[in-house]
């Protein structure tokens, strides 16, 4: 390998170690805990390090934010890839727990991806494409499913439901019940999938 090479990839460590100790600043202890300073102390680096890479805290937000909605806009077409191969239940299914899953995986980036006071898409606005890449393949799985109808209605509803269900799971009551991560999924899968069946018009679970 050469100099220029291993100075690239130190590089690129550095830069994505700061992303994962800010990530988990939000997850653990919140947005009020995360400052260059201190992404800069709990990466090993010299306090001027970050400043690098990131011009400041709202830079390295909106990274973050613009790798989420990338990350979620992946779990939504590789839900909506199986339409063709798949019942229309399991489909809408999936793209839920596509959705809702990402938000138990990454509760930290989850908080703060749909705040444009702390990710202004003026400023950034890689982040708001990447947010409208992740809101198309929503708005795909409504036409895979219910055709010509009211997509733009339909896609709201579909959305409100997923996020307020995520919501709900990760800083609301039902994730003061259900502490572990497996009892969550669990309750994810069945609320998703009642919703599906009256989505489809199929009698509901008794």
Not at 9 to 36: F, K, P, Y
Not at 106 to 131: K, S
């Amino acid at each position: 390998m050469t100099r220029r090479h291993a100075d690239s990839d130190a590089t690129s460590d550095l830069r994505q170690r700061i992303l994962d100790v800010s990530e988990q600043l939000l997850e653990t202890e919140g947005l009020a805990a995360l400052s260059m300073r201190e992404v800069a102390r709990r990466s090993g680096v010299t306090h001027q390090a970050p400043y690098h890479h990131f011009t400041d805290r709202e830079s390295i937000l909106a990274e973050l934010v613009t790798q989420g909605f990338d990350e979620l806009t992946r779990r939504l077409a590789l839900a909506n890839q199986r339409s063709g191969s798949a019942q229309r239940q399991a489909v809408l299914i999936e793209s839920g727990q596509a959705y809702v899953g990402f938000a138990i995986d990454r509760p930290g980036i989850f908080r703060i991806m749909f705040r444009p006071e702390i990710c202004d898409p003026a400023r950034y606005p890689a982040a708001q494409q990447a947010g409208d890449r992740a809101h198309a393949e929503l708005e795909r799985m409504v036409h895979l499913q219910h055709g010509d109808k009211d997509g733009t209605g339909l896609a709201h509803l579909y959305w409100a439901q997923v996020h307020g269900l995520a919501c709900l799971i990760v800083d609301g009551p039902v994730g003061q019940h259900y502490r572990g991560v497996r009892e969550r999924r669990r309750f994810m899968r069945d609320s998703l999938a009642q919703f599906a069946r009256y989505m489809l018009g199929e009698p509901l679970a008794a």
